[in-house]
């Protein structure tokens, strides 16, 4: 099981972390934490000798009820990122987390190799046209509605087989376009409530059948700290109880904000299947 990365093969026979960059003033956890180029670079080094595959950066809070950003500014706060981090560190695989394919373009044209939708194409029809063209690897995630709206539509009669059949669809379309590497993402904290949550992640084993790597993203989501009482600066261990958890039933990547802890899941997880 391989993507192609700007020419390099990613084998996730062995699963990977995706370390997260926000450069959002208003993402839940870390947003505005990393205020100027020093303390970005600081970041992505330390991810990366944490052991990071990917970092993936994001320009637009995809919390729930996150305000609109324009693709403006979007572009504004992003592509200087990805020019940081290639300059310093130019063999890194930047993911671009971003529903808007003229935002996916740029970012593909200023080095990023990955793009990371939330909408999986539904909020920009022109996406998988994009993602053909510049033929990187494109991870799908579950989501209904938009970031502002999402919470408010969590009504489901079978919420697994639901993600499944839209999964099936999504996939089919992209491969229509001839896109070859795919990854797909449950969306938690995505459209649904804490208890369906917990529902996905107790059945992620049957996403296999999608034949595809599988992502998951816990990290610090209120799926964790509303379900311990507890608060984002505190869902450290949460989330990784959770990692371990996923890894056991096929997560092939990880997306985290504390990449050390999650490299530990992986180190653990390959000692009990001797890889």
Do not use: W
Not at 36 to 50: F, P
Not at 108 to 120: H, L, P, Q, R, Y
Not at 173 to 183: C, F, P, Q, T, V
Not at 197 to 214: H, R
């Amino acid at each position: 099981m391989t993507i192609n990365c700007k020419g390099q093969l990613i084998d996730l026979t062995t699963p990977k972390v995706m370390g997260i960059l926000n450069v959002t003033p208003n993402s839940f956890f870390d947003g505005g934490k990393f205020k100027n180029r020093s303390e970005m670079l600081s970041q992505v080094s330390k991810m990366l000798h944490d052991g990071a595959t990917f970092i993936d950066v994001g320009a637009y809070s995809s919390k729930p009820s996150a305000e609109y950003v324009s693709e403006e500014e979007e572009l504004q706060r992003i592509i200087p990122i990805i020019n940081l981090i290639l300059e310093y560190y130019p063999e890194t695989l930047v993911s671009v987390d971003t529903f808007r394919n003229e935002v996916a373009r740029i970012c593909i044209e200023n080095g990023a190799a990955m793009i990371n939708d939330i909408s999986a194409g539904n909020l920009d029809d022109k996406m998988l046209e994009t993602i053909a063209k510049y033929n990187v690897p494109y991870i799908m995630m579950h989501m209904r509605g938009t970031p502002e709206t999402m919470q408010s539509m969590t009504t489901y009669d079978n919420i697994v087989k639901e993600i499944l059949f839209y999964f099936s669809e999504k996939v089919a379309k992209a491969r229509s376009y001839g896109i070859n590497d795919l990854i797909v993402d449950p969306g938690f904290g995505f459209a649904k409530t804490l208890e369906q949550n917990y529902e996905v992640l107790q059945k992620l084993e049957l996403f296999e059948i999608l034949e595809l790597p599988l992502l998951v993203g816990f990290s610090r989501k209120s799926m964790i700290y509303k379900a311990l009482n507890s608060s984002a600066e505190e869902a450290l261990n949460g989330t990784t109880v959770l990692n371990s958890i996923a890894l056991t039933k096929g997560a092939k990547i990880l997306r985290v904000h504390d990449v050390k802890e999650a490299m530990e899941c992986v180190t653990l997880f390959n000692k009990i299947n001797n890889q």
